[in-house]
């Protein structure tokens, strides 16, 4: 007679260590006032941490409003949403912050939008809301995305924010896709994109972004670097000094391809 093997194969229910929880952080604006964000207990794509990215480009909104103010704001891989939430506290005309469409990752952009006090009328996904949550692959088609303006009467965006997206080197090309099919064809037009080398032996393909951004013919400009008190991940291997550094550049439109 066969053995009976129904269930040997089954893992009991504590084979696998549980996700950890989720956790939140607090952002303090230059006000004072504070944005509570609420983070994934864990994600593949890194959206369980507060960048120092993030808040670097949230700082630099606060010190130049008028970057974002009255001005419409895409921001791409925003995990948490800080400097899309910032922008639209800073009076931007309309905001869509945007990740991997994993519905843990959209639900919780949502619930910090909702679950901030200094916004105004915002549900983080009706028309009419001055910030809209939404999933987005990078390189794929930005119609979805470009539709969120309808009510701004705007085609495509004025300011684009990539916080802490470089070390995903092989998407370098998708996310300038992105920018070319979304970013306004003005002069004025910018895309901010805020980065640590978190692997300092890898700095030079973090960089190689900026080329390809160079041979699709933006204007790159460094606009910042700012070192912070100590590296994210203390105890990671690498120049330490590296780790610690937060370095922003401009993309911009050169003249000859504004409209």
């Known amino acids: 007679m066969a053995p009976d093997t129904a269930g040997f194969f089954e893992e009991p229910d504590d084979y696998y260590p549980p996700s950890p929880p989720p956790t939140s952080q607090v952002y303090t604006l230059q006000s004072g006032e504070t944005i509570t964000l609420h983070l994934v207990g864990h994600s593949p794509l890194e959206a369980h941490h507060l960048w120092n990215g993030s808040r670097i480009i949230s700082k630099y909104f606060e010190t130049h409003p008028s970057e974002v103010r009255g001005r419409t704001v895409l921001e791409l891989g925003a995990g948490a949403g800080l400097p899309s939430i910032v922008c639209s506290i800073l009076g931007a005309e309309k905001v869509v912050v945007t990740d991997y469409p994993d519905p843990d990752l959209v639900v919780n952009m949502k619930k910090n939008i909702l679950g901030c006090e200094l916004l105004s009328g915002a549900d983080g996904e009706s028309e009419h809301s001055p910030i809209i949550a939404d999933g987005y692959i990078w390189g794929a088609d930005a119609t979805r995305l470009l539709a969120h303006l309808k009510p701004t009467r705007k085609d495509r965006f004025d300011v684009l924010i990539l916080a802490d997206l470089l070390f995903r080197h092989s998407e370098h090309r998708n996310m300038i896709s992105t920018i070319e099919a ?3 064809r003005k002069k004025t037009s910018t895309a901010f994109v805020c980065f640590t080398s978190y ?61």
């Open 182 to 184: 979304t970013m306004s």
């Open 199 to 259: 692997r300092p032996w890898l700095q030079h393909k973090d960089l190689a972004f900026f080329d390809i951004a160079r041979d699709r013919g933006f204007l790159i400009e460094k606009i910042l670097e700012e070192k912070m008190d100590k590296a994210m991940f203390e105890n990671d291997p690498g120049d330490e000094e590296v780790r610690k550094t937060v370095t922003c550049f401009t993309l911009r439109w050169p003249e000859e391809k504004c409209i």
